[in-house]
C-alpha cells in the first residue's frame, strides 16, 4: 500500500530508468516489476475565451469559468498524482474530532529528559517524538483506530491490522527545489521500547530528507501523525488516504491567543499553560466517534503524565529528578524549575 507516496515513487521510477546504476539494489528490484502512471506533458496551454464562461464538463476535460486572461499550466507528473490521489481520498467518508490539550507537563518532561539525553551526548527530544508515541500508545488502548475498510467477495469487511505502523508525514525538499510530502512509516511501533521508537523515529526522518528510504519504508502505515503545527498551524483536518484507519494533526504549541499578550510572569502567576489542539480524522465506515473521543481522551491523559506514561521504570536513563506524573498545580509551575537542581537521582521510564 503506497498510495500516498505514489507520486514520489512513480518519479524515482523515471530516474531509474535513467540512471538505474544510481538506485540501491532494494530498489532496482522493486522497479523491475513496478508500473507507474503515464506521466503528463508539461506545456502550458493559454485559455481561448474573451469572457468568462462554463467550461462543459466531458470524461477529458472539467474546468471551471476561464477569464480571457486565464493559462493552462499541466501539472508535472509528480503533481497531477498528488491530485489524483487527492480526489482519490475524497471515497474515503471520514468524520474528525478535535481536543485542546495543556502541555506544560509535557514541556517539564521533556525538558528533564534532555537535560539527561545531553549529558549522554543523545539527540534531544522533540515534542513530536513524545506526541507519535502517546499515539502508539493511544492506539493500544483503541486498537481499532488502526483498522481500515475493504470489501471480500462483495461483502464489506473491516479490516484488523496486526500492529501498529505509524506513518509519519514529512516535508522534504526535491532535488530542483520543490516540496513534496513523504509518509514513511515505523513498523510495529508497539513492539518498542520508547528508547528504541525514538531511535527508529529519528532513522527514518533522516533518511527521509537524504533520499535514503526503501520501498518497505513508504509502504504498509495504518495510522499516521502528520505535524503542521511547526508552522505555526492551530489546527488541521488532513486527508485520509484509502488503507489507513486514522491520521492525526497535532497544531501549534502555543498559548491561548487571549493570552498571548500578556507578560511571562503573569501567564505564570496565572498558571496558563501552552496547548495543542490534537485532530483525529477516521473511516467513518469502521470507526466511531465515540471511539476517536476515548483516543483522544486517552492522549490527553498521557500528555499530562496520567497512567504513568513518563515515569515507567528504565534501565535506559537516569534522571535528576522524577519526571510529573499529572496535571501541574499553580504552586508546582513556580516549582518546577527547581525540581532538577535537587541531587537526588531517580531512574525512571523510557515511557514504555
Known sequence: MMSMNSAYVDEMYFEFLRDPESFTQEWRTFFQSYTPEKPQSAQAVVAQPSQPQKVETSSSTRLPALAADDTLVPLSSIGGKIAENMEASLRVPTATSARNAPVKALEEN????????AKKHRQKLSFTHILAWAIVKATEKCP???NSYGVHDGIPVRVERGGINLGLAVDTTRKDGSRILLVPSIKHAERLTFDEFARAYDDIIKRARTNKLTPEDLTGANITLTNP?????????????????????AGA????????AMMPDVLSTLAISKVV?????YDHRVIQGAESGEFLQFMHQLLLGEHRFMSRSSQHWEFHSSPCAGPLRRGQIHSSRRISRRSSIRKVASFR
Open 110 to 117: 521533556r525538558r528533564i529528559a534532555n537535560t539527561v539525553l
Open 144 to 146: 481499532n483506530m488502526k
Open 229 to 249: 503545527g511547526g508552522i505555526g498551524t492551530v489546527m488541521s483536518v488532513p486527508r485520509l488516504m484509502d488503507g489507513q484507519g486514522t491520521i492525526v494533526a
Open 253 to 260: 504549541i502555543e498559548y491561548p491567543a487571549e493570552f498571548q
Open 277 to 281: 489542539t490534537l485532530t483525529s480524522t
